[in-house]
T-cell receptor
Framework: SQQGEEDPQALSIQEGENATMNCSYK?????LQWYRQNSGRGLVHLIL?????REKHSGRLRVTLDTSKKSSSLLITASRAADTASYFC????????????FGKGTRLHILP | NAGVMQNPRHLVRRRGQEARLRCSPM?????VYWYRQLPEEGLKFMVY????????ESGMPKERFSAEFPKEGPSILRIQQVVRGDSAAYFC???????????FGDGTRLSIL
């Protein structure tokens, strides 16, 4: 299985601090995606990084990808209460008949 | 532009009954995915459909579960003779193409009495 595994499982930080979540996977990938899930809602796509990219930014989000270590990180800068959610990485090998695999997620709690 | 619509949001069934979960993908999306999620867990892939065709059903139990995505109308996930272990949140996602980001509905929470 190439399932991504997020680390840590849970993270609590003070509002305004930066939050870093990591994702490790097992096999080669075509791209890796990060999603956010608020309680009781569906997942929302945040950012996609392709295997030939090393870093990508979107607003307060920064994603890095190290294919040699088979790992990715998601950094949220200047966290806000609204960032409280679960964050999932999803890996895609790129085969048209293959499914995207989601990890178990990191539950992020921003303390006021 | 409406997002992915799932209904019902909550569904209660007794053991042995049938559950039918509906998913209308985003306009223009022909790829549909169904996932199951238990509390505090990640998403478990069930089935991937592309307009009338099942592409990958490797995550779906072979008995009691079926999925379809007809030419007209929503995608349906059908669970026959439900058991307590079927209680979970079932999410549907759609995408424009296989390698495009998936857009998720808000799920159907299935409770089995």
């Amino acid at each position: 299985s190439q399932q991504g595994e997020e680390d840590p499982q849970a993270l609590s930080i003070q509002e305004g601090e930066n939050a870093t979540m990591n994702c490790s996977y097992k096999t080669s990938i075509n791209n890796l995606q990060w999603y956010r899930q608020n309680s009781g809602r569906g997942l929302v796509h945040l950012i996609l990084i392709r295997s030939n990219e090393r870093e990508k930014h979107s607003g307060r989000l920064r994603v890095t990808l190290d294919t040699s270590k088979k790992s990715s990180s998601l950094l949220i800068t200047a966290s806000r209460a609204a960032d409280t959610a679960s964050y999932f990485c999803a890996t895609d090998r790129g085969d048209r008949d293959d499914k995207i695999i989601f990890g178990k997620g990191t539950r992020l709690h921003i303390l006021p | 532009n409406a997002g992915v619509m799932q209904n019902p949001r909550h569904l209660v069934r007794r053991r042995g009954q049938e559950a039918r979960l509906r998913c209308s993908p985003m306009k223009g999306h022909s790829h549909v995915y169904w996932y199951r999620q238990l509390p505090e867990e990640g998403l478990k892939f069930m089935v991937y459909l592309q307009k009338e065709n099942i592409i990958d059903e490797s995550g779906m139990p072979k008995e009691r579960f079926s999925a379809e995505f007809p030419k007209e109308g929503p995608s349906i996930l059908r669970i026959q003779q439900v058991v307590r272990g079927d209680s979970a949140a079932y999410f549907c996602a759609s995408s424009y193409d296989r390698d495009q980001p998936q857009h998720f509905g808000d799920g159907t929470r299935l409770s089995i009495l």
